[in-house]
Each structure stands twice: as structure tokens, then as C-alpha cells.
């Protein structure tokens, strides 16, 4: 049996689209102010913030049409052949497996903030065991505990918002707000994307929602709509207390993955109950991600051994629980490894770089399908076709072009893993 059990209502799509993402605005998008400073962070989110609108309304018109758990795989297999279909399969995996380690890490740090006994690695490993636990035991399950987690998450950002905005000053919105020029909003655009990293899995759970051809542009258009929002709150507030250098660096000057805390620190006592709960959280906040993306990453890989083209026992349902345990185990390996590597911010760097081509392919796979086949049924059409998707296609390209520029070394690294990968499949694998 190879068939996902259909459980997921709008609320639950809701709830998983925010819960993936959400951990992009407790860590990791600091570090883009690092980069550009305030107005180049601003400058490369504004941009970003139209191509994921644009991409999502895009995106849904494939996932209406297409419901399969492979997302993005699924829909240019379709559209633009299994050649394609493989990298863009493959591209989706490397995303969703490389997002979750960094967040893992990061979950590590605000543990070890509450509990500096136990080491970070150690949290973040107990993640994985727990969380991959979760997602083998059954999907309505996941997506319930996700729903709460987000609402938990979204509610510590507004208590953010409301302990800091006493303390805000427009003044320190311009504090050295350009100190790079525009090399330093380029370098910005890998940790601004990390702000809405990860909605695309929405499409991925399409096989387990009851209603797929209603309910999934409700998921992506209520979930877009609520992270706009809460990075503009985070971003806003954060940088209002003390200007943007208290946000990236805490008092031994090095990097901080924590940095709403970080600006908490020049406001309240560690010890105080409004610091320990906004830390506790985001710790909350970034398990709604960690595990959102768990279970979107076990459908990307699931949905590639169910079709053979990588090795068949990632195809395998769990007889039981009807979730696609192999895959999702297969992944927390491979995390776990990643973890183990310390690097929060090369992992990043090299999931968004997945991201962007991922982003890049499925829109050429909207224009090749609305050709290919014209008579096919869309539940759901993207709003001024062909504009919509022509703008989420050029941002892409046009941050693939920067970030390439800025990063070339990762962007060597990201081709080299795909072109490993794509000889492979060549070589070995023999399809039906």
C-alpha cells in the first residue's frame, strides 16, 4: 500500500504553512542585518516579500491541480519530463532536509539559554528522535500538535512586540542603516528568504487534505498573509530598541542565534519572567518549523522512492500508521549529520540555494503545463497569468544570480551534491 491517509482541514494547512516558517523570524534572519544593515535587509525582503506572494499564488495553481505529495517533483515530472522532475525532486529534498538541522541548532541555543548544563548538540539530536517519533505515529496527530505550537509561536512575537514598543525610537531604524551599499542587501537575500522558507510544503500534504482542490490556496494564501505580518512586526521592533548591531551581536561580539532574546536582554533581567517566557516561546516557535518540516520532508523523499527514482524502500508506508516512515527516518539521519556540523548559517545558505532553484523550475512548470496541457482541470487559476508567475520567476533567477555572486563557494557545493545526484539517477536507477 502506498496511499497517505486524507485528514488535513484549511485550519491545519494554515497551521503548518505558518508553523514552517515561523522559526525564520525567532534566529537566522538577524544575520542578513549583519550583511546590509537595516535598509539593506529592508531592500532585499521587500523584494523577497513579492516573490513569495507572487510564487504562492503561482504554486497553488499547481497544487490544485496536481495533488500529489511530491509538490514541486510531481508537477514538473508532468510538465517538463522526468529529467527535470529529478533535479527539481531532488532540489525539494535538499531544502527541506538541510532547513531542519539549522533550526535544530537553533532550538539547541535557546534550550541551552534556559538550561546551559545541557549542550546544544545534545537538544538538538532529542529533537529529531522525538519529533521523527511524532510524524511515524500518524499525520492528523502531527498536524494537531503543529496548530497549537503555532498559535503558541505567533503569540510570543506579539508579546515581543508589546514588552519592546515601549522602547522603540525611530532613530535607531537609521542607525548605520546601509553600511554595505548595495553588495550588502545581495548578501542579505539568503536570510530574508529564510523569513518565508519553507511555505512551499503546504503543496506537499495535498494527498492527506480531505478538500485538496479548495483548501490548499486558503492554506497558502492565509499563511502568506500572517508571516508578511509577523516579519514586519519582528523586524520593526527588534531594530527599534537599539539599532541593528544589537540584534546580530551579543557582548563577546560574535554572531547571536537568538536574537530576540539578545534585545530582550537590554529591556528586562534574564531572570524576569517576560525574558524566560519569550525564550520559551520561540523554542516553540521553532519546533512549529523543525517539526513542519520534518513531515514535509518525509513526503518529498517518500514521494521519490514511491516512484523509483531513488531507491524504493523510501516509498514504503508504515502498515500501521500510513506515514512514510523509512523516508522520515532515512532524513533525521542525514540531519542529524548536518547538526553535527555546527555550521547554522552554511546550512542556510545551502537550503535557500535549493529554494531558489526549486522556485525557478516549478514556475517554468506552470508556463510549460498551461501549454502542454491547456484542458486540464484547474480548480484554482493564478490571478493576471502571465504576469504573477513571470515576477516570482525573474526575483528568483534574479536572487539566484546575487546570492551566486555573493556565495560562490556554496553555490559550488549546492551543484556539485545535485550533479552527484543527477549521474546517479542516470547511471543506476532503471525505471518502469
Known sequence: MSQLKKSLTPTMLWGLGVGYVISGMYFGWNLGLQEGGTLGMAIAASFVIVMYVTFSLSYAELACAIPKAGGAFDYANRALGRNVGFIVGITQAIEFIFAPPAIAIAIGTYFNLLIPQVSITFFAIACYAVFTALN??????A???ELWVTFIALAGLILFAVVTAPHFQFSNLALQAYPNGWIGSFAAIPFAIWCFL??????NLA??????QRDLVRGFGSAMTTLVIAFLLTFIFSIGVGGW?????DSSSA????????VLKSIVAESSFLFQAVVALGILGMIASFHGLILAAGRATFELGRVQYISQWFGKIHPTFQTPYVALIGNMIIGIAAVLTGKASVIITISVFAALI???LSMLSLFAFRKKEPGAPRPFKVPFFPITPLVALIISIFSTIAMTYYYWQLALTFVVLLSIA????KIFVRLK
Open 136 to 141: 511515524i505515529y500518524g499525520v492528523k496527530a
Open 143 to 145: 498536524a494537531a500538535f
Open 198 to 203: 519553507g511555505i512551499e510544503g503546504i503543496a
Open 207 to 212: 494527498e492527506e487534505t480531505i478538500n485538496p
Open 245 to 249: 548591531p544589537a540584534v546580530v551581536f
Open 255 to 262: 554572531t547571536s542565534d537568538s536574537p530576540l532574546p539578545l
Open 358 to 360: 526549486l522556485y525557478i
Open 422 to 425: 543527477f549521474v546517479f539517477f
